[in-house]
């Protein structure tokens, strides 16, 4: 964990989930920032411990490896699950955390190996939360179905953490986990938090810096994740009911909101509907900047 | 996709909002302590509880320690008479009636500790069924008891109703402090012959529903049933038999059936006022028992929201009871003043048996002092009055203090 001081905040950074993760608070010294910090850190490692589901100790891999059995989840478990039944529900099926088994066939590092259809219809049986059985705290997954919370963990992450610090200090504070972030309150010694928006492509208008004075922005795009193959460009966002990537995506959505669980589902839908996502946002009333 | 922000917003809400309470399993405590003080110095007690509650994933232990100490002089139920201002001393209830008749005996001085230990378990089985278990030992020096219950609960899925089955078995152990004994029913005092300790074995069951009438208005009722077999007496209690004129001929230990099944509904509604934080809670319990003992209660209470943090409560509650069919104030004796017992054998003078109205008024302050901290102060004003008994009536000043952190 480091700690810079600045003109008028600290800066604690470190490494989770695997992206920077970083603090802006307004602490009174060294220590206090210090202290703020450990909170940070050890909430963001007990949510990538907890609902990683690159490790084989947690209630995601039980869940994976379950083979149909049901398993009972613990309380907050059983909030992210009821929380994604819910997001499912209000997409009409575009997020859907049981998603993640196409990823068996999409590898998307920049080629041009697109999967035939027979692969990835192959898959389709296996994806779908329609499927599951939940009835809190009872979870059944099929067999050979999988899930992955990773669509919402690091948002609820950074969402945990304001929770905590506001519960530990009163000084203003913004989380930033890999380019979600949540300002806590406005700051006392600026007028608000600089937060700049990464240029995706190198078009005139693409960078934009957002003063933030409370609220959440976050990001979705396809960043370095794509295929590419007779100039289609193919988004590392898949559409669970086709199992193919979105088509005419923006580069990169970014959505202000109340809290980074409702902003992140919010631009990830947005990518979901592809050349739509623009109209999608203006619909319902989100404010937000896209990138193409 | 009308509304999705919205809905997304209170989704998001419920997600991040819950979670910051449930986040790890952390013990409550809360202490109380409480002080009964009668007006005529007749009976004080002092009582510290503690409870303990941890709550995990669908999962809820809560263990309970009581720790009593009680003291003062309750009537024995014997007449008075003023023969003599002997009263008993003795841990519990008085020790060692000396013989000889027209001692008074109306009285028995005692001071006892009593501790009790408990632990209950809540396990949520499903989205809907809760099932509780649970277990009890007490000790003091006249009296030990053990328990243990298990229960049931189904909440319908919308959660706007629920049914709750509970049964419980008790097993005390009944004796005077002082021998361990219990003195044989309806024996004359004066010749004391005692047996040994009295088992009392008991079964509760109460079947129970809650209802979500409207928004603000929720309704529950409980049926309950107990049997118990065993020894039902107070080795304590004394009846007198006495002339028409007061004058005590002999003095006889009590003597109570060896069962009693007893039944009880209630019934409370607690609605909220409007849009505000404030409600009332009225509730109605009507018992019988195949003692004869019939009794009603009524019990008002509204509570009203100062501010955020703190609230206060007033409360009114009016018990009536009837007398039992045994209860005796006094034998009568024939004209060769031999004392008529009942033809039965069954007979009691405990004034708990009497006819009796209380009137209840109490006040209760809480306060939220931090966000793991709240302190509970409650004020109470007891009134009681006998149909029969000599003691007429009593009067009694509760006062609780009780202090509940969350760690």
Known sequence: MEITENEHYFSIQFRAMASPCEVLIEASSRKDAKRLGKITRNEALRIEGAFSRYRDDNIVHKINNSNGEPVQVDSETANLLNFADQCYALSEGLFDITSGVLGRVWQFDGSDKIPQQSDVSALLPFVGWDKVNWQSPWLSLPARMQIDLGGIGKEYAVDRVVNLLRANTDAPFLVNFGGDLHAGAAPTKQVAWIVGIEAMRKTADAVNTIALQRGALTTSGDAQRFLKKDGIRYGHVLNPKTGWPVIDAPASVTVAGNSCTESGILSTLALLHGADAETFLESNDVVFWCQR | ?407
């Open chain 2, 1 to 407: 996709m009308s509304g999705l922000t919205s809905k997304l917003a209170l989704a998001t809400l419920t997600l991040v909002a819950t979670n910051a309470q449930a986040q790890d399993a952390e013990w409550d405590v809360d202490t109380t302590y409480l002080s009964y003080v009668e007006a005529d110095d007749r009976v004080s007690v002092a009582k510290t509880m503690a409870n303990l509650t941890r709550q995990e994933d669908g999962r809820k232990i809560i263990v309970n320690l009581v720790h009593d100490t009680m003291s003062g002089a309750s009537p024995t139920g014997a007449v008075r008479s003023n023969n003599s201002a002997v009263t008993f001393t003795g841990v519990s209830g008085g020790s060692g009636f000396s013989a000889g008749n027209g001692s008074d005996y109306s009285l028995s001085t005692f001071e006892d500790t009593r501790i009790q230990a408990g632990a209950n378990l809540s396990q949520q089985t499903s989205r809907t069924t809760t099932l509780d278990y649970g277990a009890v030992v007490s000790k003091e020096s006249d009296y030990d008891s053990f328990g243990a219950n298990v229960g049931f609960t189904r909440e319908r899925a919308d959660k706007l109703a629920s049914l709750t089955m509970g049964l419980a078995a008790t097993f005390d152990s009944i004796y005077q402090s002082d021998s361990g004994a219990t003195p044989q029913a309806l024996g004359d005092v004066s010749q004391s012959q005692s047996f040994g300790k009295g088992q009392r074995n008991t079964i509760d069951g109460l079947v129970g529903g809650t209802r979500v009438l409207n928004k603000q208005t929720i309704a529950q009722v409980n049926v309950s049933l107990s049997l118990s077999e065993g020894y039902h007496s107070d080795p304590y209690k004394i009846i007198s038999a006495t002339t028409d004129n007061n004058q005590i001929i002999a003095n006889f230990h009590d003597s109570r059936p060896s069962s009693r099944v007893r039944t009880s509904l209630f019934g409370k509604v607690v609605h909220q006022l409007g849009d505000t934080p404030h409600s009332i809670h009225v509730g109605y319990r009507v018992y019988n028992d195949d003692w004869g003992i019939n009794s009603h209660t009524a019990d008002f209470r509204y509570h009203r929201q100062l501010t955020k943090k703190q609230y206060l409560q007033p409360h009114v509650r009016v018990y009536r009871q009837s007398q039992a069919d045994f209860y005796y104030r006094r034998f009568y004796v024939d004209d060769a003043l031999n004392p008529i017992l009942p033809s039965d054998g069954i007979a009691s003078s405990d004034y708990r048996l009497d006819a009796m109205t209380s009137v209840t008024l109490g006040m209760k302050y809480g306060i939220a002092l931090t966000k793991n901290t709240d302190i509970r102060v409650r004020a109470e004003y007891l009134a009681q009055t006998f149909d029969n008994d000599d003691y007429g009536g009593n009067d009694a000043l509760v006062f609780q203090t009780s202090f509940k952190y969350k760690f």
